[in-house]
């Protein structure tokens, strides 16, 4: 524990040789449920620690072996060890981890951690929502039933070597950069961090992420998606989609539910979002949020708003406003 530069030094929690100091820490800080230092005698810890908007980046290292347990939280975590050695404690099962193994914890999943003397990690930590918008933007549209991690799946090569890199890329420019980031930077570094864990950690959603180009889908699936961003703009049935795919409407939503994860009304609802804020990104001074709502075929503002903000993470209202402040 000799190391003056740990990573994300820049944004210190703590550094003691105190395990009840290092207790409050974690309990009010990392949202740990309990702390246990079995021999006590020699202990030093120091942790670090930045949130950002949907990620949070940490460093914890121990001189002596301890062990840390965590309720159920919304978010998922990416353990990078740095030296040393660490046992991830699930209820499916055991995870070691050491410098060329890290490990992945889903989220919903308590865990207790044992950190070996000498052990020092890098901890990423995913918010839940952020993962759940993320899988619906890549899929183009919110899938049916929520994101299910597989907590014992093997990382996904080289997937997983991605994310780690990724991770210490930012934890390192966090640190080696006196100046703040550009905020465009660090979203654009964020996104591609939760993208990377989708990418690297197994879960019910992965094979249509891992198959999402259209050339991938039957042509019914294909054809019902060509003719629904050709007429986005008009009423669309399920019936006309079935005729327009030369199948059955049992067949239709059977293949977009395998191939898609969602339904073809869902599919169309997104086409019109993505149209509407099209639109509202290009607004002229005379353009309102009820008249392009109306255009793009939703017929109430008060579900069109709450499905925009689901989508995009902003109301429509707000994107106008901010379109009219740029012009």
């Known amino acids: 524990m000799d190391n003056p530069e740990y990573p994300l030094s820049r944004s210190p929690i703590i550094r003691t040789r105190n395990p009840e100091e290092m207790r409050q820490a974690l309990l009010a800080v990392y949202g740990a449920s309990r702390f246990d230092v079995p021999r006590p005698d020699g202990f030093e810890a120091v942790a670090n620690y930045l949130a950002l908007s949907n990620v949070g980046l940490g460093f914890c290292g121990y001189s002596a072996k301890t062990i840390v347990e965590f309720a159920e939280s919304d978010f998922a975590r990416l353990q990078i060890a740095r030296k040393g050695n660490a046992t991830t404690i699930l209820r499916a099962g055991d995870i070691a981890i050491d410098q060329q193994r890290p490990c992945i914890v889903p989220p919903g999943q308590p865990i207790s951690v044992a950190f070996e003397p000498g052990y020092e990690q890098l901890i990423l930590r995913i918010s839940g929502a952020a993962l759940e918008k993320a899988v619906a933007t890549l899929l183009g549209a919110k899938p049916s039933g929520a994101l299910i991690f597989d907590p014992l799946a093997p990382a996904k090569q080289p997937s997983i070597q991605v994310l780690r890199e990724l991770t210490l890329f930012l934890a390192g420019q966090l640190n080696a950069t006196a100046a703040q980031l550009p905020t ?107 008249q392009v709502a109306f255009k793009c075929g939703f017929g109430n503002l008060g579900h069109f708003a709450s499905d925009f903000r689901q989508m995009f993470g902003d109301l429509p209202s707000e994107v106008l406003a901010r379109t009219r402040r740029v012009s």
Do not use: C
């Open 184 to 290: 465009s930077m660090l979203t654009e570094l964020e996104q591609a961090l939760i993208v990377a864990f989708l990418s690297a950690h197994r879960h019910n959603f992965s094979d249509m992420l891992d198959g999402t180009a259209k050339e991938a889908a039957p042509l019914l699936v294909r054809r019902a998606e060509e003719y629904i961003e050709a007429s986005w703009n008009r009423a669309i049935t399920i019936e006309q989609l079935a005729t327009q795919t030369n199948t059955s409407i049992r067949s239709l939503y059977a293949a977009f539910k395998k191939h898609r994860g969602y339904s073809p009304m869902t599919f169309a609802k997104s086409v019109r979002l993505r149209r509407a804020r099209q639109m509202l990104l290009e607004a002229n001074p005379r353009t309102s949020v009820s």
